[in-house]
């Protein structure tokens, strides 16, 4: 039952990104300018995330390390999130949120192939199979067809 709820999740996540990209967007318009969209939008998830991360300090009396050591990491995750919503926000009037939805899947497969294949960061290797590339070949050719047909 487990499996089923985590995999749920992931489609509900999915389902929002997909839901926050027109949302991002009109805000980008209605602001005049779609970087400022993204630095909203951040704003917002950072103090959801932060209340949040509060709450589990609490529940589980386990103390926030600030001050602890931080690698370039503690950057990068953020600057690459920034990147993506800046260009689903640009994206999304030009070519749609399908689209733009179906390009970013197709990202995240190939990038995340790649990831496992080298155990990026101490993640557990995973081979690039016959199967895998199939299967990402399938979700190319898919979102290139939501594009273009």
Do not use: H
């Not at 039952?1 to 749920?8: C, E, G, K, Q």
């Not at 926000?89 to 294949?117: E, F, N």
Request: net charge positive; proline share 4%.
């Amino acid at each position: 039952m487990d499996t089923v709820l985590w995999a749920l999740m992931g489609v509900v996540a999915g389902a929002c990104i997909a839901t926050q990209a027109p949302i991002n967007a009109q805000l980008g318009r209605n602001l005049g300018v779609p970087v400022a969209a993204a630095g909203v939008s951040f704003v917002a998830g950072a103090i959801l995330l932060w209340v949040l991360a509060f709450g589990q300090s609490v529940v589980t009396s386990t103390p926030i390390a600030f001050g602890a050591p931080a690698p370039w990491t503690f950057v990068a995750g953020g600057v690459l999130g920034a990147f993506y919503v800046f260009s689903n926000i640009t994206l999304t009037p030009m070519i749609g949120a399908a689209a733009v939805m179906a390009l970013s899947v197709a990202g995240q497969l190939i990038g995340g192939m790649l990831l496992d294949k080298v155990g990026f960061m101490g993640m557990a290797v995973r081979e690039i199979s016959v199967g895998r590339l199939a299967g990402a070949a399938l979700i190319v050719a898919g979102a290139l067809m939501v594009r273009t047909l």
